[in-house]
């Protein structure tokens, strides 16, 4: 059974780059067809989709924070992650990876159980 | 981006009710709409993907249907563990875009 699993600091002062990993058990990360990606809900609402990142590096961002995301590929450690520059209080919440399969039309079908993510001084 | 706007924002039912909500997208996006159920302090869970197909392991009770710019969620005879809130999201542009939510509450 696929799982996944967030790790990273809980709290980032504001202006600093939030950092987050994504470790993939259960199955392997460098399998054709699917994306990993990043979606993020802030406390209360709805969700947002960061990123998704591909074995070999391929990368697509939301437009919105495009400016301000990275995110990086491990096959080695069968790991993804994760990095928002310049956060600030709109940044806090909780950030879920998850299998992004291009093989059911680009779907996030497993999830991690989410991280939150505080952003303040 | 393409906008996903659902309706209604809340409901109440009742356990046994058939209940449909309703996503719509700003532009055609075809097929390609997935629906979501999140239960609080949880992840999102996978229940349709591409409009109609029911994911593996997600009860016959949850249906999908549309296309274009109209979809539908329809659960036939609400379980009292259907009570939670439901996404749907647009995977036609490669800038995914999620609705803002249907929260389905216990009348």
């Known amino acids: 059974q696929l799982q996944l699993q967030e790790s990273g600091p809980g709290l980032v002062k504001p202006s600093e780059t939030l950092s987050l990993t994504c470790t993939v058990s259960g199955g392997s990360i460098s399998i054709t067809s699917y994306y990993w990606g990043w979606i993020r809900q802030p406390p209360g609402k709805g969700l947002e989709w960061i990123g998704s990142i591909y074995y070999s590096g391929s990368t697509y961002y939301n437009p919105s924070l495009k400016s301000r995301v990275t995110i990086s590929v491990d096959t080695s450690k069968n790991q993804f992650s994760l990095k928002l520059s310049s956060v600030t209080a709109a940044d806090t919440a909780v950030y879920y990876c998850?299998?992004?399969?291009?093989?059911?039309?680009?779907?996030?079908?497993?999830w991690g159980q989410g991280t939150l993510v505080t952003v303040s001084s | 981006d393409i906008q996903m706007t659902q309706s209604p924002s809340s409901l109440s039912a009742s356990v046994g009710d058939r209940v449909t909500i309703t996503c719509r997208a700003s532009q055609s996006i075809r097929s390609s709409l997935n629906w979501y159920q999140q239960k609080p302090g949880t992840a999102p869970k996978l229940l349709i993907y591409a409009a109609s197909s029911l994911q593996r392991g997600v009860s016959s009770r949850f249906s999908g249907s549309g296309s274009g710019t109209d979809f539908t969620l329809t659960i036939s005879s609400l379980q009292p563990e259907d009570f939670a809130t439901y996404y749907c999201q647009q995977s036609y542009s490669t800038s995914y875009t999620f609705g803002q939510g249907t929260k389905l509450e216990i009348k």
């Open positions: 998850a299998r992004d399969n291009w093989i059911d039309g680009r779907v996030f079908d497993y």
